[in-house]
């Protein structure tokens, strides 16, 4: 640390499902550097969905090696690190501190029998039953149990994949419990037997809880470039992607949503009350708490019906707009997008996405307003879910991620949700919430409410327009009737394509 200026940046990291980001950050908010690279591919399969974390590593080290080429005066005054990444996905450490077998990315859905057998054996009073389901992390060890038994053995710490970067760095095993709460939540509560240790998952998988804002240790001696240079260096605990975004947004407040639109949709609302509800995932985030949570849709979509249209031979952006730049038919079409099952409100692997009401009339640009619609009928439905729970309507839908950046669809998630939906200046929440992490954990900031106060600004504001809410309200409904009517032959054509294989 020898020479390094006091007022320097942060290494602020947002490992997503596509892409991994990487930023020096000022205390002002003033992005100095930036870099992104596509995340490693992961290996999917008959319902596995499965990594090689030191591929995360590999991703770090060459993100952090671009900035330290590009801004080499700035890498110079480093002063901390904080990363947020994906979460529902699982690295399994042993005793020497190796990875025994791939990750369990959030995609993987082959835990979905055991999680059934999981609940059937689980107390109804437990508040945890309800979640149990084929993206659960103590499904996937209970699988791991059933299956790879001399591996589950061996298990002697469960790590987020950002943990796994802050063990790459520091050599302390330590995660925090927004993170954790699934795995968290199935501990001994209220005198109600640990679901762990009835799935015969032994405590200790769970390793040490931090504060997102306290430091995980320093970076350690050994590591490759651009770290051999770091040693000595804080680094901070920070949370998952969704929670680091969600500071990014300024949306970490009581009465907000926050809509977070990138290879997948994250959307939830904020209040100082805990609420339930079905098919959504009460979080404790600390001071507040959050209703909602992550689908398995949402931004790529998008890129997605491109391919199908041949149309991807140009940025999405362009193609978007050049598509919007034309009429759409008078009847619509209404689109569910299960591309790849559900996770919120459904959890159910087997849903599969329809185009509904095609007619010959129908194009291109009938198509792409029936998919962005859909998605945005999908933050509706979690919407109304959290508002009914709650027993009061959201002040603002603080809206970031990838689909952000596209006018049209900021509006039509007005629209659709009868709510105000505001963009911020930061293209990147994800890696604005992580700097605001590591500049409160080193004293900038008294704590991340000031943080938001001082990082956070709204660059644009989409009100509803009330003619199109009322209107789009008609389609609601068609959509919600849509989805439940097609579910059956959703499962049966999933179960089809297995009995065939």
């Avoid at 320097?8 to 992104?36: H, N, P, W, Y």
């Avoid at 970067?165 to 050599?171: E, S, V």
């Avoid at 990138?262 to 609302?269: N, S």
């Avoid at 209703?291 to 391919?307: H, I, K, M």
């Amino acid at each position: 640390m020898t020479g390094r200026q006091s007022d320097g940046v942060v290494l602020a990291c947002d490992l997503g499902g596509s892409s991994f980001k990487a930023c020096l950050i000022e205390a002002s908010g003033r992005m100095v550097a930036q870099t992104s690279l596509a995340s490693p591919p992961t290996d999917d399969r008959d319902g596995a969905s499965e990594i090689d974390p030191s591929a995360w590593w590999s991703a770090l080290l060459e993100a952090c090696a671009r900035l330290a080429a590009q801004a080499p005066h700035a890498f110079a005054t480093l002063e901390a690190v904080a990363i947020c990444g994906l979460t529902r996905s699982q690295v399994l450490i042993g005793a020497d501190g190796n990875s025994l077998r791939p990750a369990f990315t959030w995609k993987d859905s082959r835990a979905t029998e055991t999680a059934e057998r999981l609940a059937d054996r689980v107390a109804a009073e437990h508040p945890e039953r309800r979640q149990l389901n084929a993206y659960h992390p103590l499904a996937r060890l209970v699988w791991m149990k059933e299956n790879e038994p001399a591996i589950f053995n061996r298990l002697a710490h469960v790590l987020e994949p950002k943990d796994y970067l802050n063990f790459r760095l520091t050599g302390r095993r330590a995660s925090d419990p927004i993170s954790m709460a699934r795995l968290l939540a199935c501990k001994q509560v209220d005198g109600i037997d640990s679901l762990l240790s009835a799935a015969g998952v032994p405590d200790h998988v769970l390793p040490p809880l931090l504060d997102p804002c306290d430091k995980v240790g320093t970076i350690i001696d050994g590591l490759p470039p651009p770290f051999d240079g770091l040693r000595g260096l804080p680094v901070f605990c920070c949370s998952n992607d969704t929670w680091a975004g969600v500071v990014g947004l300024g949306a970490l407040r009581q009465g907000m949503a926050y809509n977070i639109s990138g290879t997948t949709e994250v959307f939830g609302v904020m209040s100082r009350e805990p609420s339930w509800a079905e098919g959504l995932l009460t979080v404790d985030w600390g001071a507040i708490s959050q209703l909602g949570g992550p689908s398995l849709s949402g931004a790529d979509s998008v890129p997605w019906l491109l391919s199908l249209l041949g149309r991807d031979d140009q940025a999405v952006a362009d193609a978007v707009a050049g598509l919007l730049a034309h009429p759409r038919q008078p009847q619509p079409l209404l689109f569910l997008p299960y591309l790849q099952g559900e996770r919120v409100p459904h959890w159910d692997p087997s849903l599969r996405g329809s185009f509904i009401g095609l007619g010959r009339q129908h194009g291109p640009v009938d198509l792409l307003w029936a998919v962005m619609e859909g998605v945005a009928f999908l933050n509706r439905e979690v919407l109304a879910r959290a508002e009914s729970a709650h027993g009061w309507p959201v002040s603002c839908i603080r809206f970031g991620g990838g689909a952000a950046l596209n006018a049209a669809w900021c509006q039509i998630k007005a629209d659709i949700c009868g709510r105000p939906v505001e963009v911020c200046a930061a293209s990147e929440p994800g890696v604005l919430g992580a700097a605001a992490v590591a500049w409160t954990g080193l004293g900038r900031f008294a704590s991340l409410t000031e943080a938001q106060d001082q990082l956070v600004r709204v660059k644009h504001r989409y009100e509803p327009d009330p003619t199109k809410t009322e209107s789009y309200s008609t389609l609601f409904g068609l959509f919600q009737r849509s989805g439940e009517a097609l579910a059956p032959i959703s499962r049966a054509l999933t179960g089809f394509a297995e009995q065939n294989r």
